[in-house]
């Protein structure tokens, strides 16, 4: 299940990045102006905000499986329909697809969360996240190393069509493979089963889980400060890293001045660096917590702060920097420390099992410093699909006015825009994140 959530991401992620590792090439042949371009690489991320919450309500309710089948099925012929589409030069016509290849999409991410804390005992959710999230990694790293090659070699259209194709196998291998949860895979061992029924994640084989009533969504939830501080840690998260699958391309090649395979060699570098440090991460987290020299919540605080600072520090030095070999070096730093946040506050919301019934009460969770901790266990799904939304929000608008400053004020104001509004992220963050449960307190 983690290496099919790891490749699930790996299709989300690649083929929406693909669109800014193509851009170069294909505002070349259409003549798309800046403006023009941060509107298209924007448009994804429109529909992707608007179905956020539904989805992850759904995961919670009805299982991820099938949502997120419509959503990996979506991103492969979306990108797709994009080549055919593209052929009539239809910057209309490709905002269109993007637009409804994100709609579709929005739900995979809560669903991704949800489906996690089906599977994985509180001892073993900080790996699995950052298991899950290094295969966004991993596509974005395909998207912008190979995007870049085959669009210089074959077409920006040959690009869409590779990674459709590659993604839509992947789509039969999940429909095969996945389960829901644990009681419903056709391969599972008993062993295993066993396993997680000590681990308090699958329901003692001699008791009945009492089917819990319909609850409204939880509104009051998003009154609580630390909720607040993780959505808007997401918020900031995805503001920068937009700008920097949306821009870079075109940075090094129009800017730095190297070639469209060297743009992509460099880009392949920060995605290495980024899948690298959240395999590492991800452990040794786990480790800290469990060793009690740690609390839960002095790891995700200690991880998401440094992630931010050192990234923006990489965005402020780019400001400067006019070497695409001292500029990749800068950001192969800074994506490093971005991918602390997997174990960060990418874990504060997407680590706890949403099925109340098949997990220790919350207050159990939260019994003990160095235990597993979360914010909520039964509206994970909610939770995750909100705070997404808003970062997705934040994705939508960052490549819209990153270029809309870059026309008015150059790329080292970008830059500088970019690192402030990352420090903003530590220091609320820092401030008001928890990591002990609400669930008890009425919300």
């Known amino acids: 299940m983690a290496a099919l959530c790891f490749g699930a991401r790996a299709v989300g992620q690649g083929n929406r990045i693909l669109l800014g590792a193509i851009m170069p090439t294909m505002a070349a042949e259409l003549g798309l102006s800046t403006v023009d371009k941060g509107k298209l690489l924007g448009a994804f991320a429109s529909g992707y905000a608007l179905t956020q919450v539904l989805g992850g309500a759904a995961a919670d309710r009805v299982g991820s499986k099938y949502i997120m089948l419509v959503a990996l099925l979506a991103v492969s012929l979306g990108s797709i329909a994009a080549a055919a589409l593209g052929a009539s030069d239809s910057i209309e016509a490709l905002w269109l697809v993007y637009f409804v290849m994100g709609l579709l999409e929005g739900p995979s991410y809560p669903a991704t969360g949800s489906m996690l804390g089906q599977w994985f005992p509180k001892t073993e959710k900080a790996r699995a996240a950052s298991a899950a999230d290094t295969g966004g990694s991993i596509g974005g790293l ?58 308090g994640v699958v329901a003692p084989a001699a008791s009945k889980a009492k089917a819990e009533p319909a609850r409204a969504f939880p509104y009051r939830l998003f009154g609580r ?15 920068a890293r937009y700008i920097l699958y949306g821009w870079m391309p075109t940075f090094y090649i129009e800017v730095l001045g190297v070639s469209p395979t060297t743009a992509g060699a460099c880009m392949t570098c920060l995605q290495l660096s980024d899948a690298f440090t959240k395999l590492l991460v991800g452990s040794a987290a786990d480790r800290a917590i469990a060793s009690g020299r740690l609390s ?20 402020l030095a780019c400001s400067f920097l006019r070497d695409w070999r001292l500029v990749t070096a800068a950001l192969v730093v800074g994506k490093g420390f971005a991918s602390l946040h997997a174990p960060g506050f990418k874990t504060n919301v997407s680590s ?76 609320v963050f820092g401030a008001f994140a928890s990591a002990s449960s609400l669930d008890d307190k009425g919300e």
Request: charged content about 10%.
């Open 142 to 199: 395909l998207a912008l190393g190979a995007g870049p090659v085959l669009a210089a070699s074959f077409g920006w259209r040959a690009a869409l069509l590779v990674f459709g194709g590659a993604s839509l196998a992947f789509c039969g291998l999940w429909l095969a493979a996945c389960s829901d949860r644990p009681a419903s895979c056709g391969w599972i061992s008993a062993q295993e089963i066993a396993y997680l029924r000590d681990s």
């Open 225 to 239: 400060a630390p909720v607040l501080a993780v959505c808007y840690a997401h918020v900031i998260f995805n503001f």
């Open 296 to 315: 839960v919540l002095d790891v995700r605080k200690l991880l998401s702060c440094s992630g931010f600072a050192g990234f923006a520090a990489a965005l």
């Open 352 to 427: 706890a099992p949403p099925c109340l019934p098949l997990v220790p009460h919350s207050s159990e969770l939260a019994a003990a410093d160095g235990q597993y901790l979360d914010l909520t266990t039964r509206d994970v799904g909610s939770l995750i699909g909100v705070g997404n939304s808003a970062a997705t929000v934040s994705s939508m608008l960052a490549p819209m006015l990153a270029g809309f400053v870059v026309e008015e004020a150059g790329w080292g104001a970008m830059f500088q825009m970019s690192a402030g509004v990352t420090i903003s992220g530590a220091l």
